[in-house]
């Protein structure tokens, strides 16, 4: 079992950054594949990024070169480093983990979920 909390979400201006972090409960955390999703008001549920145990990561194309991800197994937590954010960034930010990476943008495959943290951007 593994319980998740995101924190680190709040107002950011356009082009400024934040940087959420993802803190894990559970021995067995630094086996797992940990990903971020957002969903915006009115809008499905998309994927953002993710990060195996073996630190491999893997970003969707919207974010790439603005959203970076990283982990520290010893301190059981992941954090997403956004920066230049947008007014299109606001969304509540989850976490979620999984074991493997097979189809690792697809929200179903994750097993385990935080209860998210808001991130909203102004113009």
């Known amino acids: 079992q593994v319980q998740l909390v995101e924190s680190g979400g709040g107002l950011a201006q356009t082009g400024g950054s934040l940087r959420l972090s993802c803190a894990a409960s559970g021995r067995t955390f630094g086996t797992y594949t940990v990903g971020w999703f957002r969903q915006a008001q009115g809008k499905e549920r998309e994927f953002v990024t993710a990060?195996?145990?073996?630190?491999?990561?893997f970003t969707a194309a919207a974010m790439e070169g603005r959203f970076g991800v990283s982990r520290d197994n010893a301190k059981n937590t992941v954090y997403l480093q956004m920066n230049r954010l947008l007014p299109g960034d606001t969304a509540v930010y989850y976490c979620?983990?999984?074991?493997?990476?097979?189809?690792?943008?697809?929200?179903?495959?994750?097993?385990?979920w935080g209860q998210g943290t808001q991130v909203t951007v102004s113009s």
């Open positions: 979620a983990a999984r074991e493997g990476t097979a189809s690792i943008s697809r929200a179903a495959e994750y097993i385990y």
């Open positions: 990060i195996s145990w073996q630190h491999i990561t």
